[in-house]
């Protein structure tokens, strides 16, 4: 029983016959390992000792159960009640002292000054990173940011990158926002370093995460008191904004950690801001770029989280088409995605059956339209790169056509499941894999962040083993050059999809999840 409480079987392509145990002592040394306190919650049931291999233990794999990884801490972002100490009885962890203005809300609730309020939660911030890291580490954690992490951000590096233009400069007023970017700097190099660096890294990571989260849930509950006319989106004078933008950068932070779904918790908290301050309505009447910036990036996010996702409620209904940076704006196929994904998710609910018989109000020209304007958007683009590195120009065309190919095939699969047999679907795979063929004997490692999505379409239309081994070795490649482990869950729903039984094989990549949606856990394709 204890091993049915662990979930779906789940065959690994590196596992051959199960066997009935592994020896730890047996294992490679040099394995990547999760912190020595940590087991993973398959072995804690199944009450024996975990290998700790990263991102799957052995122990899992062998018996063919989905391994959960190894989360480091639970994360709420809510507070109890002291119990004890100075602070008996209160929810926030904050002394009052005597001299400070005390107010109340409409509800009678006392709450601090917001001005005293982000003083202190300043001066708290200042301590936290000077107790936390040394200046030394601090300098080398953000320029690693600037060097490495901040292009690996955007789908094409410029000088009007967003994350250097904007973001660092608000880090220099926002210690909140300073510590995330060190924690997502410290989580990048423990997904890419050694096994010994790695190791001390990952600590690096914990702590600051975990002193952000406490800064990060006393400031939201000092937002909570305010009413949404009350916000400031001025430049330098938002709370809001530091508070948001900081949660953006954990998230990004817990998708370069592998086994870890916490940046679906980070999401949400960031969609939970959005609804209640109604910032979609202010995006577009702000002028503030970095508010602009930061709730551009949660939809994004939540663009390639919904992919996976199969009800009919999805937060990015109505897309925001107009991107506050500059050299993103050439850049539709996001929207792309989503549209696909909200209009077969409607069609699925007016329908209601996994196998869709052909409808008649799907136009894929309409589709073939749109897709084709943003190969031409994007072209353009690469066409502007090209007058400043003509290096750069060549592999990123073939990104350009990659995301071509792939968003043609998705809108089949999603609209019109039953044409997977035609020609004209197989003639789509075949210009796909074509350019995955080239990815694959001509890897750009600038680009290699930009692939995913592509890969993943292609993979779910992979006919032969060869394709499928193909598919897998390109998702490894890219997931060791740019730390996104995130994309580990994509490859392993892959995995189940290529080992289906027959039955379940006549069906499409969509089809087979809404029927096994039980089992599998929703991935970010980023």
Not at 18 to 42: F, G, Q
Not at 112 to 139: G, H, K, P
Not at 164 to 191: D, E, K, Q, Y
Request: charged fraction near 20%.
């Amino acid at each position: 029983m204890a091993d049915e409480a662990c979930g779906p079987a789940v065959m690994s392509s590196y596992t051959g016959k199960a066997r009935k145990n592994v020896r730890i002592d047996l294992l490679p040394p040099d394995r990547r390992l999760a912190s020595k306190a940590t087991d993973c919650r398959c072995c804690i049931t199944r009450r024996i000792r975990c290998d700790r291999t990263i991102p799957q233990c052995q122990k899992c794999q062998i018996r063919g159960f989905s391994c959960p990884g190894f989360p480091v801490l639970h994360l709420r972002w809510d507070q109890g009640v002291a119990s004890r100490g100075h602070l008996t009885g209160k929810k926030v962890p904050v002394l009052r002292e005597k001299h400070q203005s005390k107010k109340h809300d409409s509800n009678g609730f006392e709450y601090l000054d917001s001005s005293e309020t982000r003083r202190a939660l300043t001066s708290t911030s200042l301590d936290l990173v000077n107790q936390q890291l040394s200046r030394s580490l601090s300098e080398k954690l953000l320029q690693h940011f600037l060097s490495n992490v901040a292009f690996r951000l955007t789908w094409l590096d410029g000088p009007s990158n967003p994350w250097r233009s904007l973001v660092f400069p608000l880090a220099s007023r926002s210690p909140c926002l300073r510590l995330s970017i060190l924690g997502l700097a410290a989580a990048h190099l423990s997904a890419i370093a050694t096994e010994h660096d790695q190791s001390s890294m990952m600590e690096v990571n914990a702590r600051i995460r975990n002193q952000i989260l406490k800064v990060l849930s006393q400031q939201m509950r000092f937002e909570l008191h305010k009413t949404p006319a009350s916000f400031d989106t001025t430049p330098g004078n938002s709370s809001l904004i530091e508070t948001l933008a900081s949660m953006v950068v954990l998230c990004y932070g817990e998708m370069h950690i592998p086994g870890s779904n916490y940046w679906k918790l980070h999401l949400r908290a960031c969609r939970a801001i959005i609804e209640r301050h109604d910032l979609q309505k202010l995006y577009r009447q702000s002028q503030n770029a970095v508010l602009r910036f930061f709730i551009k990036e949660v939809v994004d996010l939540e663009t390639f989280g919904n992919v996976s996702v199969f009800t009919t409620d999805l937060t990015t209904r109505e897309y925001m088409s107009d991107s506050p940076a500059p050299n993103d704006q050439p850049w539709t196929f996001t929207a792309l995605i989503n549209d696909i994904t909200v209009a077969e998710r409607s069609q699925y609910d007016n329908h209601g059956t996994l196998s869709t018989p052909a409808l008649e109000n799907v136009d894929m020209r309409y589709w073939y339209v749109k897709i084709l304007s943003a190969y031409d958007k994007a072209t353009s683009m690469n066409t502007l790169l090209a007058t400043e590195n003509e290096s750069m120009a060549t592999p990123f065309h073939a990104i350009i056509e990659a995301h071509y190919y792939a968003c043609l095939l998705y809108s089949y699969q999603a609209m019109m499941p039953q044409e997977r047999e035609t020609g004209e679907l197989q003639s789509i795979f075949d210009s796909l894999w074509q350019i995955v063929g080239s990815l694959a004997t001509n890897p750009s490692l600038q680009f290699a962040h930009d692939i995913f999505f592509p890969l993943f379409i292609a993979g779910t239309e992979c006919q032969t083993r060869e394709q499928c081994s193909q598919i897998e070795a390109l998702f490894m490649q890219s997931i060791s050059a740019t730390g996104f482990w995130c994309n580990y869950s994509v490859l392993q729903f892959l995995r189940l999809l290529w080992n289906q039984t027959d039955v379940e094989g006549e069906m499409n990549w969509i089809q087979f999840a809404r029927l096994n949606k039980a089992r599998i856990s929703t991935f970010c394709v980023f």
